[in-house]
């Protein structure tokens, strides 16, 4: 789809509209409007009209082709020559790849971290002090985010033991995570899909020896995830607690195999499986819905007008729902590590830019914090709300409607905005003259601002599951539109290799092949040791 960027500019010609009027048209607001499951997605307070529609959902029209081929096993992780199926993590049924099917050994394995978990959560697993009150996740990025996102978005369902997730290299995750903890009645779970990710390794050598302070044989109460089981055996891991994933699961897709481990742990396998079951309906949806009417490739579309075709930077994802407080440093991983990229599945740089920057925290707190900036700044940022109907707290219910009044009022503010006119109205009774029309125009909101709102009966298993499922496919639909590679993260290398190279100058060693910046900062660092 070379054209894409030509069909992109020439999209421009639709900006320009105001969202209000746009929201007359009852034909164009219904196709801005799509349900399924759990779900009503409302992307009406855009401005996009039905001829721009139209466009976008052209730019799409090849989509549908690539996405039955990553569904089916094709390698369209081109520069890795690997496949991409995170789906048949939550899929049934058979799929085959390179003449094997794939679900036997997939359900195989959700079979064991079913018994492991089982047993943990019953006592029947014990550590050397008892039964299993902590898990510490230890892993990062990928091997973090997911679990660590959706244990604390489904807290209201978490009846097994307490789970943590350190992740950061530096020592204060670690020694603020362990400060309250038993090892005798602690389970790590060393989570990598690499096993060489030094972040984690070190993390995972602080807490063996941690444990083997107190506990005769560590190696009992740790569990390894990774889909490099030779490198999990030379840490003395026994391989019944040792649960593998294939390459063709990517570290931001994965936590619906055994990167969920700490889900399975804390809401149980039955809670996993409604989680993975929401998730296969969003694939379904995704798969059987047409273009038009499709909620990840309409999520995509909007994304790709505000981005590409109106050239706004960034965009915020505002869940109204405190539990969703990791979601956004969650999507900030899969949107941002799969479509921030800047050359074709050709090696061609893009005429544009890919993916935007994406950032986000909880409603109601964000409003006392940067609306300001979404309200007045000059630069729009689009924002996604989210928001559902109840909360797990029905005696807090007054609490729950200020939360969905609060949600529905900042996409309204966005929308209408203040005109000079009606701010110098509100303050005429106090200034006047000169002095009323500054005030009024510190009081002036522009509106016409867009946003869109997902919203959902109550955050279960199955609808997080069914959320996160959107979103991704959001990203590959995307990244398939402007043709890039959305499974790579070559961006995260250098940085790796660097650190490799600076950490014996931190020890001391001479810096002189560095520029003179660093190595001012490093003198200067090693001065205050
Ligand atoms: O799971 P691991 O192999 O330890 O990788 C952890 C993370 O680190 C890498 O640098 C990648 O950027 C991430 O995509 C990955 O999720």
């Not at 039905?50 to 090849?62: F, P, R, T, V």
């Not at 096993?195 to 560590?218: H, K, L, Q, Y």
């Not at 929308?415 to 200034?431: M, Q, T, V, Y």
């Amino acid at each position: 789809m070379n054209d894409v960027w030509t069909r992109i500019k020439a999209l421009k010609a639709h900006k320009g509209q105001r969202i209000a009027d746009l929201l007359n048209d009852e034909d164009r607001n219904a196709r801005l409007v799509v349900e399924t499951g759990p779900f009503l997605f409302d992307a009406s307070k855009t401005a996009i009209d039905g001829a721009a529609l139209d466009g976008l959902l052209d730019l799409a029209a090849d989509v549908a082709a690539r996405r039955d081929a990553m569904f089916e096993g094709g390698r369209i992780n081109e520069t890795e020559g690997r496949a991409v199926l995170h789906t048949a993590l939550r899929a049934r049924g058979t799929l085959m790849l390179d003449g094997e099917d794939i679900m036997t050994g997939l359900s195989e394995t959700r079979d064991r971290m079913r018994a492991f978990a089982d047993d943990v959560r019953s006592g029947a697993f014990k550590g050397q002090g008892g039964a299993i009150t902590d898990v510490v996740n230890i892993g990062i990025g990928g091997s973090d985010l997911g679990p660590a996102m959706a244990t604390r978005a489904l807290g209201p369902y978490h009846d097994g033991p307490r789970c943590h997730f350190v992740s950061n290299v530096d020592g204060a995750d670690w020694a603020d995570t362990a400060k309250g903890l038993n090892p005798e009645t602690t389970l790590v779970i060393v989570a990598s899909k690499t096993f060489t990710t030094i972040e984690t390794m070190t993390n995972a050598r602080t807490a063996w020896d941690w444990m083997a302070g107190t506990v005769d044989d560590p190696g009992t109460q740790f569990a390894a995830v990774s889909s490099a089981q030779e490198k999990t055996a030379e840490w003395g891991i026994d391989a019944s607690r040792v649960f593998g994933f294939e390459d063709w699961v990517g570290g931001r897709y994965s936590m619906w195999g055994p990167i969920g481990l700490p889900i399975m742990l804390a809401i149980g396998p039955d809670g996993f499986d409604e989680f993975l079951g929401g998730a296969r309906d969003m694939d379904a949806h995704f798969c059987d819905a047409p273009l038009e009417g499709n909620m990840p490739v309409l999520l995509a579309l909007v994304g790709m007008w505000h981005h590409q075709v109106l050239g706004y930077p960034t965009r915020a994802v505002l869940p109204y729902d405190d539990r969703l407080a990791r979601l956004p440093a969650y999507l900030q991983q899969l949107e941002m590590e799969s479509n921030g990229k800047g050359v074709s599945m050709a090696g061609e740089p893009l005429e544009g830019p890919a993916g935007p920057v994406v950032w986000g925290e909880p409603g109601t707190n964000g409003q006392h914090a940067f609306y300001q900036l979404i309200h007045q700044g000059r630069t729009p940022v689009p924002c996604e709300f989210m928001v559902a109907a109840e909360g797990h707290e029905p005696e807090l219910d007054h609490h729950h409607k200020l939360l969905i009044a609060n949600c529905l009022a900042q996409s309204e503010a966005l929308l209408k905005g203040r005109s000079h006119a009606e701010a110098r109205a509100n303050i005429a009774n106090r200034f006047s003259g000169a002095e009323l029309e500054r005030q009024a125009a510190h009081r002036v909101f522009e509106g016409n601002r867009p946003s869109t709102t997902l919203i959902y009966p109550k955050l279960t298993p199955a609808a997080l599951g069914g959320m996160v499922a959107l979103y991704e496919h959001r990203v590959f639909v995307e990244g398939a539109i402007l043709g890039i590679n959305s499974f790579d993260q070559w961006g995260v290398e250098l940085g790796k290799e660097l650190a490799t190279s600076l950490g014996p100058l931190v020890e001391g060693g001479d810096a002189f092949a560095k520029d003179t910046s660093t190595r001012r900062l490093l003198e200067r660092l090693a001065s205050w040791r």
